[in-house]
């Protein structure tokens, strides 16, 4: 799904979560610094996500998995943008947003 790059901060949903409901959190770690928009590191395929489950309230990381653009690829891993569902952990993650940079739209297929 075409959208806008994510960084930092972006809200995500990974469905089922670690215990059958949906687990929901942020990212918090971008492993590439070499592409940035607005200052801020882009999303790629095994930045880090901080978790929370649904169920027990315990925080727990999260890496992105293999997923998202395949138009745009960082030091070998997919930009991730708003709207991706990627398989990560248990089960889908869906990136939520806000974007990084709402002027740049990736249009490549997911």
Excluded: E, K
Excluded at 14 to 28: E, F, K, M, Q, Y
Excluded at 40 to 51: E, K, W, Y
């Amino acid at each position: 799904m075409p959208g806008s790059p994510v960084s930092i901060g972006c809200a995500v949903v990974v469905s089922p979560g670690a215990s059958g409901p949906p687990d929901s959190g942020v990212i918090t770690t971008v492993l590439q610094t070499c592409l940035v928009a607005n200052g801020m590191p882009l999303a790629t395929s095994g930045s880090l996500c901080q978790m929370v489950n649904s169920v027990s309230g315990v925080p727990y990381p999260l890496p992105i998995g293999q997923g998202g653009s395949a138009s745009v690829l960082v030091n070998g891993q997919a930009l991730v943008r708003m709207g991706d569902q990627i398989p990560s952990g248990s089960g889908i993650m869906s990136i939520l947003g806000p974007p990084a940079a709402p002027f740049v739209t990736d249009t490549g297929a997911p």
